[in-house]
């Protein structure tokens, strides 16, 4: 584990996710649970934003204010300080598993130069673990992957089914040696580029937004793993939080490959179109 306290970025990255782990605490000390779960209007992607969801989030965005750096964040969406560099967060990733008291949720932050993410700071919120790289220094010693090239008896992490993707994640279970849904999408990429699991995916429901998976093309970068699109969308930097991925981080770019085609295949064979995000 690395924070990088000494860079321009991850003296950011420190700081806003400092704020994160404050106030989610404060959050579950000093408001119910009633009033933590409250939906408090839709967030800047699109989906409802929870009372919990909005203390943390403020908190981030005060944070991060004496830098004065461009914020991209799941409920506020897009703030523009004209600067180059963009902090994209998601303040709390597993809103869900958070609210049932499940300590499976994470602060995850990056920055973003010229759409190009360098640095990227996750913190399990619970149990107060850093993983942390930037593109421009040495390789942390947690960043590997298990090398798996096979779907065929692989460890994989996927996000719960849906109706429209249930046929895509049958395959892929009737395949793998082991299956997980963990409901954190930033903390089950991380397993995927530390060699816990094989691979983590999204099975054709298009719910990945790019403040979800871009902490872990920083991550992917240092472990050799891939970040893809299962429909083969690339995924890029946008200040539109309604674009959605089917995303995959995989141990190698073949495993990747295996999941996008049966994904893709069973979206194919069921007539499901998707087309390229603008």
Known sequence: MTDAPGS??????TATADAAVAAFERARVGVTQDELRREIGIGGDGTPTSRLDELVEAAVIEAAAPYGVNILSEEAGWIDHGSA???????VDGTANALAGVPLCTFSGAIVVDGRPVEALTRWLDAGQDWA??????????????GR???DGAAISLLRPQHANWVAWQLIAQRSARIRILSCSTLEAIMACTGAIDAFADAGGDRHRYVDLVAALVYAEAAGAVVADA?????????????RWSGIVAATPELAAELQLVISGAANAAGQQRTPAP
């Open 133 to 146: 790289c930037s593109i421009s220094e040495s390789r942390p010693a947690w960043a590997r992957t298990t």
């Open 231 to 243: 429909f083969d969308r690339p995924v890029e930097f946008s200040t539109d939080l309604s674009r």
């Open 8 to 13: 321009q970025y991850g003296k950011v990255l």
């Open 85 to 91: 560099l963009t902090l994209v967060v998601d303040p």
């Open 149 to 151: 090239t096979k779907l």
